[in-house]
C-alpha cells in the first residue's frame, strides 16, 4: 500500500516515471527508479528536490538516494 502511494504520488504531483527494479520478491522493502524531464537545469533541480521531499516524508524509511543527471542534445 505504502510503495502503490508514493508511485502515484511522485506521477501524480511531480510528472516523474515509476519503476520498481528491485526486491520484489521481499515483504516492506523496495528500490525503485525514478525519471524526471525538463525544459531546464533549473527546473529540474526544483522537480528533483520535490520528489527528495516526498520520498522523505512518508511512513516508510529511505535508506539510500542516488541521482544521475542526463543531458540530451536534441
Known amino acids: 500500500m505504502y510503495l502503490r502511494s508514493i508511485k502515484q504520488r511522485l506521477q501524480r504531483r511531480h510528472g516523474a516515471t515509476v519503476a520498481e527494479v528491485g526486491f ?17 537545469p533549473t527546473v ?12 522523505d516524508s512518508g511512513d516508510w524509511e529511505l535508506i539510500s538516494l542516488e541521482e544521475e543527471v542526463v543531458e540530451v542534445d536534441g
Open 24 to 40: 520484489q520478491d521481499l515483504w516492506r522493502r523496495s528500490r525503485l527508479v525514478l525519471a524526471i524531464a525538463a525544459s531546464s
Open 44 to 55: 529540474l533541480e526544483q522537480d528533483l528536490q520535490r520528489a527528495r521531499e516526498a520520498l
